[in-house]
Structures are given as C-alpha cells and as structure tokens.
C-alpha cells in the first residue's frame, strides 16, 4: 500500500524554523522525484520544492534563500527546513511523489498545517 506521511507541522512565530518531513512506504521511494506543495486558504495548491531522483533541485521563487529541500533514500524520507518563516508561508503542505517512466506514476500525502503567527 502506497503511503505518503507528511509531519513536523505546527504554529511557529514569523521569523521562526520548521522541518516538515515526509516519510514514503509501498513503493520505489529512490525512483520517484518528491515535491512540497502548499495550499493557502481560498488559493490554489502551488510548487514550493522539488527534489528529482538524481538530486536536481528547484524551488519556488517565493523561498528561495529560505527553504532547503533535501531526501534521504536510504529512510525513504524527504525533508523541508524551513527558515526565516513569513505569514504568507502559512498553508497546508503537501508531499507529492511521481515519475514518468514507464508510465506516469502521483501519489500525494493527507498535508500539514503550517501557521506562521504572532
């Protein structure tokens, strides 16, 4: 069964740290590239990060600098610290996994909330 676990949520003040994680199960986790969406409320999910299979990164113009994507193969875990928060970066974050070869392959995880307040 394939699962995507996202964690390390919270309310965290502005100018503050978090590191979500995303932990992968039921299928070949170094295959697949793995991204960080955001869903802010009344908007529309959105890119914040991507890490490929072969490590390319790329980020969202409105973290770079701020936020550090990074996987871990061998515990079939993602990482997104999280720094200098905004409250613009408050929204529920997801984790994606997918690739393209043979076939198109998306499994996305149940999200966390992040809230950026004072």
């Known amino acids: 069964q394939v699962q995507l676990v996202e964690s390390g949520g919270g309310l965290v003040q502005p100018g503050g740290s978090l590191r979500l994680s995303c932990a992968a199960s039921?299928?070949?986790?170094?295959?697949?590239?793995i991204s960080w969406y955001r869903q802010a409320p009344g908007k529309e999910r959105e890119l914040v990060a991507t890490?490929?299979?072969?490590?390319?990164?790329n980020y969202a113009d409105s973290v770079k600098g701020r936020f550090t994507i990074s996987r871990d193969n061998a515990k079939n875990t993602v990482y997104l610290q999280m720094n200098s928060l905004k409250p613009e970066d408050t929204a529920v974050y997801y984790c994606?996994?997918?690739?393209?070869?043979?076939?198109?392959?998306?499994?996305w995880g149940q999200g966390t909330q992040v809230t950026v307040s004072s």
């Open positions: 994606n996994a997918v690739r393209f070869v043979p076939k198109v392959y998306a499994y």
């Open positions: 890490v490929t299979s072969v490590g390319i990164l």
């Open positions: 039921g299928f070949t986790f170094s295959s697949y590239a």
